[in-house]
T-cell receptor
């Protein structure tokens, strides 16, 4: 069975500082990986995704993530954060079947709350 | 722009009431999902549906049921609301291929008093 671990429940950071939100997954098969962002009192919005190919994935709002198969990680990074990046971030994984299609549903991590201070 | 619409943003209900949470998507997606979100627990899947009139239990179906009579609408039903069902409820949909990810509604914050 797949699982997702977000190693930090809360990450406080000052404005314009770099940030990394960590995500590790467990799966015995190939996966698709996603990061979602949830602003206060809103639903989840897709930030970026890794399907195949280049391990460095760029998303919206200046975020990027790197897929590391050997480390089973998919950490999210931004070189300089803004106050408006304050939100909760969710990592998610879905396993792929033998013929490449996804099996089952998305499995979500428990979320990391990013708090950007002035 | 594609949309998943949840009919209520905030809802307050009394213990024992029957509660309906409605979700409508305009993307012709086959799959629809109901999650509940609680602090520290992330998103937990309640039920999902991969076609009209089809439903599957998720991880925490107890105390809930669902209805999908039309492709675009997926309803979550609390047969007899209890205080431990106070939560944020999120609806999502996707086409058959997971590579596109899920599209989420804005959520319904339900308080049971």
């Amino acid at each position: 069975a797949q699982s997702v671990t977000q190693l930090d429940s809360q990450v406080p950071v000052f404005e314009e500082a770099p940030v990394e939100l960590r995500c590790n997954y467990s799966s015995s098969v190939s996966v698709y990986l996603f990061w979602y962002v949830q602003y206060p009192n809103q639903g989840l919005q897709l930030l970026l995704k890794y399907l195949s190919g280049s391990t460095l994935v760029k998303g919206i709002n200046g975020f990027e993530a790197e897929f590391n198969k050997s480390q089973t990680s998919f950490h999210l990074r931004k070189p300089s954060v803004h106050i408006s990046d304050t939100a909760e971030y969710f990592c998610a994984v879905t396993a792929l079947g033998y013929y490449g299609g996804s099996q089952g549903n998305l499995i979500f991590g428990k979320g990391t709350k990013l708090s950007v201070k002035p | 722009d594609v949309k998943v619409t949840q009919s209520s943003r905030y809802l307050v209900k009394r213990t024992g009431e029957k509660v309906f949470l409605e979700c409508v998507q305009d993307m012709d997606h086959e799959n629809m999902f109901w999650y509940r979100q609680d602090p520290g627990l992330g998103l937990r899947l309640i039920y999902f549906s991969y076609d009209v009139k089809m439903k599957e239990k998720g991880d925490i179906p107890e105390g809930y049921s669902v209805s999908r009579e039309k492709k675009e609408r997926f309803s979550l039903i609390l047969e007899s609301a209890s205080t431990n069902q106070t939560s944020m409820y999120l609806c999502a949909s996707k086409i058959g291929d997971d590579s596109y990810g899920y599209t989420f509604g804005s959520g319904t914050r339900l308080t049971v008093v």
